[in-house]
Nanobody, 113 residues
Framework: QLQASGGGLAQAGGSLRLSCTAS????????LAWYRQVPGKEREYVAD???????NYADSVKARFTISRDNAKSTMYLQMNSLKPEDTAVYYC?????????WGQGTLVTVSS
């Protein structure tokens, strides 16, 4: 099970931190990622963090968002700074390893201008 939290309403320029906690698996073995989706549009990639510690970001969030993990807490994070109205979306966490994928339920982030 993946439980996401931390979404809410923020003003443009503000910050939010999303969390996603896993249970029932060896969390440290998994590659992690965050995606987001606006109603009527396809889900889009935001950032990923490999089980080896390497990170990648979509150009739209680079230098504003930071993905991280705490393996002891089986939790992944997405620190979002300098938020923009176009960051408004439902954010989803994902764990993956080889052909295995597990998605968390989404958490809504709304950024007002």
């Amino acid at each position: 099970q993946l439980q996401a939290s931390g979404g809410g309403l923020a003003q443009a320029g503000g910050s939010l931190r999303l969390s996603c906690t896993a249970s029932g698996l060896n969390f440290s073995s998994y590659n992690l990622a965050w995606y987001r989706q606006v109603p009527g549009k396809e889900r889009e990639y935001v950032a990923d963090l490999s089980n080896g510690g390497s990170t990648n970001y979509a150009d739209s969030v680079k230098a504003r968002f930071t993905i991280s993990r705490d393996n002891a807490k089986s939790t992944m994070y997405l620190q979002m700074n300098s938020l923009k109205p176009e960051d408004t979306a439902v954010y989803y966490c994902k764990l993956s390893l080889y052909d295995y994928r597990r998605w968390g339920q989404g958490t809504l982030v709304t950024v007002s201008s």
